[in-house]
């Protein structure tokens, strides 16, 4: 579906997925530190404490979120420049409109990395992959709906309708994941189905 626009809009990918890279190297830095946590919590029987951690992890990622989004739109245009020629105004503009709908839905993307890799940190790596299933799936609803009924903003569309359908599943299933936990792990010792 990108690629049917033209060589300037695949520029303007490329230049808005380098400048998308300063944020989704910390969300996924924060996701590797929740599987760790994860799962030494779970191997030390305290249910509480992952809940406990999921909690902290996605209210550092959500200020984290809003302050990275909220200077990547302010200066979307400052750090397209990092990648692109000011002479080129069309890449500039369109690297501009990925920024400004990409930024918008950091939130969905932070809590997609605490929530899958939670999953996977409890070995739940099965659902960790039906995620990103979700994922392509919805990637395939904007390639065949929205592109041609939105156009280039269709595109722009991609990542964000991805990070909210992964959500959709990654919520319950991660409810799903810690009533698991909590009903096999042991409470002071005793198992919690004696």
């Not at 990925?98 to 809590?111: K, P, R, V």
């Not at 903003?153 to 299933?173: E, H, Q, R």
């Not at 042991?186 to 189905?193: F, L, W």
Request: net charge positive.
């Amino acid at each position: 579906a990108l690629n049917s626009f033209g060589t300037d809009t695949m520029a303007a990918w490329t230049a808005f997925g380098k400048v998308d890279s300063f944020y989704w190297m910390i969300s996924s830095a924060f996701g590797v530190a929740i599987t760790t946590f994860v799962g030494q919590n779970y191997g030390a029987g305290k249910p509480d404490r992952i809940l406990s951690g999921v909690k902290s992890a996605t209210l550092i990622m959500v200020e984290y979120s809003v302050v990275i989004a909220a200077v990547m739109w302010a200066l979307a245009d400052k750090f397209a420049l990092l990648f692109i020629s000011p002479a080129e105004t069309e890449i500039m503009k369109d690297t501009v409109l990925f920024l400004h709908i990409n930024t918008s839905s950091f939130i969905l993307l932070g809590s997609l990395s605490i929530l899958r890799y939670t999953i996977q940190g409890a070995g739940y790596t099965r659902l960790s992959i039906f995620s990103g299933v979700s994922e392509m799936i919805a990637r395939v609803l904007v390639s065949l709906y929205l592109v041609p009924a939105l156009k280039f903003v269709g595109v722009c569309l991609g990542d964000p309708t991805a990070w909210l359908f992964a959500n959709l599943f990654l919520i319950p299933a991660f409810v799903y994941v810690y009533h698991q936990l909590k009903g096999r792990m042991p409470v002071n010792g005793v198992p919690a189905n004696a």
